[in-house]
Nanobody, 116 residues
Framework: VQLQASGGGVVQAGGSLRLSCAAS????????LGWFRQAPGKEREFIAQ????????VYSDSKKGRFTISRDNANGTVYLEMNNLNSEDTAVYYC??????????WGQGTQVTVSS
């Protein structure tokens, strides 16, 4: 499966942004989809994941409340809605596909920059 993230850009502090990740191809073993981010000089961190049906979600504790993951299986897209953004949210955001317990498919990333 190929993943293509989009929707990044420059947003003012306090603003909102919605990222999209289009999935193409088919691999029935890849079920959950998720979002990660990597800020300059920091390790990649998990944000959220969503089950194949969209009914189950898991969030990083620090992202609960401001970030919402969703998916539209009809058009093969997973979304990340981000609200009340601050400078610490500046990072490259990646979508990923999960096989079992491993994240095996990665998109190319989309840059989010929060200006103060």
């Amino acid at each position: 499966v190929q993943l293509q993230a989009s929707g990044g850009g420059v947003v003012q502090a306090g603003g909102s942004l919605r990222l999209s990740c289009a999935a193409s191809g088919h691999n029935p073993k890849i079920t959950n989809l998720g979002w990660f981010r990597q800020a300059p000089g920091k390790e990649r961190e998990f944000i959220a994941q969503i089950s194949s049906s969209g009914r189950r979600t898991v969030y990083s504790d620090s992202k609960k409340g401001r970030f919402t993951i969703s998916r539209d299986n009809a058009n093969g897209t997973v979304y990340l809605e981000m609200n009340n953004l601050n400078s610490e949210d500046t990072a490259v955001y990646y979508c990923a596909g999960k096989w079992g317990s491993a994240w095996v498919a990665w998109g190319q990333g989309t840059q989010v920059t929060v200006s103060s």
